[in-house]
């Protein structure tokens, strides 16, 4: 594992996010953020994913964008994300962006070592994941949604149900007895991607404390 450390090391909270180069160029933006909403005090471990659409990615599925499918790689990398999860005197949260959003999702539902999500404009269009959710039961106290009011208009069929897969998603969590927000940003998917994990994790972190 390629690994990016941030905050204090010595921090009660650690703060987990799967990232890729665009993620890693504006990391440091993210922790500020975080720093600016909130005053507890955390421990951000950002793990560099090597094959995005596969080691993040729950089952496989054809491409929806681009001409790569998606992979299952997500049980490997969550059990190497498992190992920086080992001191119980520690709070973990596990969250990140558009298809890390969705492995945070999915994560949840495999183990109870975290205590928030934090899912900024993840990948709910993903084929049979919300169908996935009804069946699974998220092991989390508290889940913090986002999604740009823009995201759905695309031409892409499969991505352009994304704001109804999402409150999908809101609603099945609700149904859990999950503490769970839905926070509607301005912009299309790619509008300040930082701003929007940063968000979610000060949420999280702010519901938990």
Known sequence: MELFKYGNSNAPVV?????????????ENEVAE???????SFHLV?????????????????????????????????????????????????????LAGLFALWAACQTDVFKGIAAASPSVWFPDFTGYMKQNRVKCQSVHLSLGNQESRTR?????TVSDRIREVQDLLNEQGICCVLEWNQGNHFREPDIRTAKAFAWVMQYAS
């Open 15 to 27: 703060l987990i996010q799967p990232v890729d180069d665009h993620d890693l160029a504006v990391i």
């Open 34 to 40: 975080i720093q600016r909403l909130t005053d507890v």
């Open 46 to 98: 950002a793990v560099k994913v090597k094959h995005w659409n596969n080691d993040l990615s729950p089952w496989r599925a054809p491409a929806v964008f681009g001409n790569e499918d998606f992979g299952d790689g997500a049980k490997a990398f969550l059990d190497e994300i498992l190992q920086l999860t080992t001191e119980p005197e520690k709070t973990y949260y596990l969250g990140g962006y558009s």
């Open 156 to 160: 892409n069929a499969v991505m352009a």
